[in-house]
Structures are given as structure tokens and as C-alpha cells.
């Protein structure tokens, strides 16, 4: 397991590459995270005295969440009360004074205007100036203001209908699977924005920043594949089907002894032979209505049957055994515990394993996707609330330390009172 220390020289592909970080929770601080395990430097805005919410949502140690030890991994935390003018003008003089020129923000629309900071007010300082915004719902539109949370996104955005068994309720994810995809959408769209920028001649808006809009739900509509496809051609409406995702056969999970499971995937033609000659059904493999997957999906049911009436009366480890050897790609329903003992996660530095500061374990994924020649590093964990305030607003801005309390929303001469 790959081991992570703050002194490492590291710099990253994306060193450089300053970005402010002002929201909370899931969104648009998994998207700097990413950003962050490549070396960019991110600054996160945090309310003073109580930091993001993340800080203490699930699994505490010492009072800081796990998550929050994650997700904040390589940022730096100043505190800043954006509802007061003092911890305003600190933001527009990062953006003024070129410190920062990327912004990505997860406020409900409307927020950032209200205090004086929005797109026009900051672009007016600095027109290098990216904005990524993320919301529920987008920056316009009639549900643009109303709160929107991974939740309602994955439901709204059609993912959650297509989630859970034939006839029974829909279920989520055991994940913030929303959140996620709609980081993911705005790390990317905030690298697109700054390689137009940096790259694209005058005239096509090269040198100048622009805003990337990722509202939540649509990322989660961008991941449902064909299924508006399908609808506007014949208006058939995908439905809920469990394990197995029809028009795609064969591909379920299926039953072995011990009350446990296996994921079979056999799509590719040559594939679908070698799997139903492994398990003893030649007929099947030669029949030439089979031949493809149109003629497979018409019979998905007996070619499901056929492969459970064989996994059934086997062990898991039976049956991946058997599917290695016939080249068929399979795998197990694995639980975290089971996934983090893996020789292939281990094979792979899948995980990282650091210490926190009283010598508890600490554990996390290493950052992703791997590059060659500059991979993604963990210098520090998510730091201590307001831990960089001393660096970025008094090495950097030359504030005092009173101008630092009153940005932070402090009355300076509290002490003394």
C-alpha cells in the first residue's frame, strides 16, 4: 500500500493551477479534490468556528469526520464569513490581485450575487476568471433557486426509476452518487475551460475565463445511456429490472451455494460461446439465433435460467474459477472489508494508508485516474479548520491580524472587553 506524506516534491500536473473553493459538502469539493490530488493548490472558504458541515458528518475521530479527513485531502483551509463585507473584500482581492483566478462554488444561485460576488462583480476584477458553478438544478430555469441535494438530483434526473427490482419501490445507492457525477462533470469542465483559455487564439475567447454551469441533475441525466433515445423513437419507457439490464444479455448476477453471488458479464459474442460452453450448454453456444445480442436479449430469460441452474449448485469460488478459465468475465458482490483485501486492489495501490496525528490508521483511495508519467499524490490530509489562514491572508495579502479577525467575522477586541 502506497504511503503519502506532506514533505513529498511532488508538484503535479496541475501545479500552478490556483483554485478558490466556496461551498460545502459533497460537489463541488469532490471536484477539487480531484483537482487537488493533481497537484493544484485549493483554498477552501470555510464559516468560521464551524467549518464545512462535512467535518462532522458520519464516522468521527476527535471530532472530525473520516469523510471530511478524505475529501479535503491537499486543500488549504482559511476562514472567511462571506455574509460580512470584511470576509468579501478578502475574496475580491484574491481574484484582483491574480492569486486566484479559477472559483468553483456549490451555493444555491443567487447566493454569491447577494454578496456582492458574483460572475459580473469578479470578472470586472479579473477577466482570466473561471467560474464553476454547481447547483441542484442549474443556474436558470424555473427551478433554479430551489434547494437540490444528490437525493432528489438521482431521483429527478431519472436514475432513481430505473434503480431496484420489477414492481417494488425504487432505491438508491448506498452513495452520494449524484454528488459525485456532477464533481466529476465539473472537473471537467473547469479543465476544459482553463485549456481554452491558456490555449485558444483572441479571437476564439483564448485568455479570457468564462463559467461552466453543472447542476446536479443533469449530470445524473447524463449518465442513462439510450434510454431517451429509445423513448423518442417508439416511446417505450425503461423500467426498473434489478440485476440485469435488459436489451444486454447475458449480464446479471446470479446464485452460488453459501447464500453469496456472482456478477457474470458475457456481452460480446465470442464471449456469450465460451459461457455457455463452461457451463455445459453447446446447444446454446451453436444455436445461431444466439448468435447475437438482438437474438440474445429475445430469450434473456432462458439464458438467465440456464446460468443460474449451473451457479447454483456451486461455490463462488468455483464458479470465478471457471469463468477464468473460459476467459468470461465475472466477479463478487464484494462488501468494502472484502474489496480492501483483494490481491488485485493490493497488486494495484488501490488504497493508501496513512496515520492521523495519534497514530490511528487512516485509509483511502488513492487519488484517480493513474497517469504514467504524473500521478496523483496525497501530500497532507483535510487540515485542521482555518489551519492556513496565517498563509494566505498574511503572507499573501499582507493581512494583520485584526484585518484577519475581522474577515474571519471576529470583534478584535473581544480579548479585552
Not at 64 to 86: A, C, G, H, V
Not at 186 to 210: C, N
Not at 239 to 263: D, F, H, K
Not at 288 to 297: E, F, K, S, T, V
Request: aromatic share 6%; hydrophobic share 40%; glycine share 12%.
Amino acid at each position: 500500500m502506497s504511503e503519502a506524506h506532506e514533505d513529498e516534491d511532488r508538484p503535479g500536473a496541475l501545479a500552478g493551477l490556483r483554485v478558490l473553493e466556496l461551498g460545502q459538502l459533497i460537489a463541488g469539493p469532490f471536484a477539487t479534490a480531484l483537482l487537488a490530488s493533481f497537484g493544484a493548490e485549493v483554498i477552501k472558504v470555510e464559516a468560521p468556528g464551524q467549518g464545512d458541515p462535512l467535518r462532522r458528518w458520519r464516522t468521527l475521530h476527535e471530532g472530525t469526520s473520516l469523510w471530511w479527513r478524505q475529501m479535503s485531502r491537499n486543500k488549504r483551509s482559511i476562514e472567511l464569513d462571506l455574509r460580512r463585507p470584511e470576509g468579501q473584500a478578502v475574496v475580491r482581492r484574491l481574484v484582483a490581485e491574480g492569486f486566484v483566478d479559477v472559483i468553483v462554488e456549490n451555493f444555491r444561485p443567487g447566493r454569491l450575487e447577494a454578496w456582492g460576488l458574483g460572475e459580473a462583480e469578479l470578472r470586472a476584477l479579473n477577466p482570466r476568471l473561471i467560474m464553476v458553478r454547481v447547483s441542484g438544478w442549474g443556474q436558470d430555469g424555473p427551478r433554479a433557486k430551489d434547494p437540490g441535494f444528490a437525493n432528489v438530483a438521482e431521483a429527478f434526473g431519472g436514475l432513481r426509476f430505473l434503480t431496484g427490482e420489477p414492481g417494488r419501490p425504487p432505491v438508491r445507492s448506498g452513495v452520494s452518487l449524484g454528488d459525485t457525477v456532477a464533481g466529476m462533470h465539473a472537473a471537467l469542465g473547469l479543465l476544459v475551460a482553463v485549456l481554452h483559455r491558456e490555449t485558444a487564439p483572441p479571437e476564439r475567447g483564448g485568455g479570457r475565463g468564462q463559467t461552466v454551469d453543472v447542476a446536479l441533475y443533469e449530470s445524473v441525466f447524463n449518465l442513462l445511456e439510450s434510454t431517451l433515445a429509445e423513448f423518442a423513437h417508439d416511446g417505450s419507457v425503461r423500467q426498473r429490472t434489478g440485476a440485469s439490464l435488459p436489451g444486454i444479455v447475458p449480464t446479471n448476477t446470479y446464485p452460488c451455494i453459501g447464500e453469496q453471488w456472482v456478477a457474470i458479464g458475457a456481452n460480446s459474442d465470442a464471449m456469450f460461446r465460451r459461457l455457455m460452453l463452461a457451463i455445459g450448454a453447446p446447444e446454446l453456444a451453436h444455436d445461431p439465433g444466439l448468435a447475437h445480442n438482438d437474438g440474445r436479449a429475445a430469450r434473456a430469460e432462458l439464458l438467465d435460467g440456464r446460468i443460474a441452474a449451473w451457479t447454483s449448485t456451486r461455490t463462488l469460488e468455483a464458479v470465478l474459477a471457471a469463468m477464468r478459465e473460459a476467459e468470461v468475465a465475472a466477479g463478487p458482490i464484494n462488501s468494502i472489508a472484502e474489496l480492501a483485501a483483494d490481491p488485485q486492489v493490493e497488486a494495484r495501490g488501490l488504497i493508501e494508508r496513512h496515520e492521523l496525528e495519534d497514530g490511528r490508521a487512516f485509509a483511502c483511495p488513492a487519488p484517480l485516474p493513474r497517469l504514467s508519467e504524473t500521478p496523483g499524490a496525497t501530500r497532507w490530509l483535510g487540515p485542521e479548520l482555518g489551519r492556513d489562514n496565517a498563509r494566505v491572508l498574511g503572507e499573501w495579502l499582507g493581512m494583520d491580524e485584526r484585518a484577519i479577525a475581522a474577515a474571519r467575522g471576529d470583534d478584535p477586541g473581544a480579548d479585552n472587553a
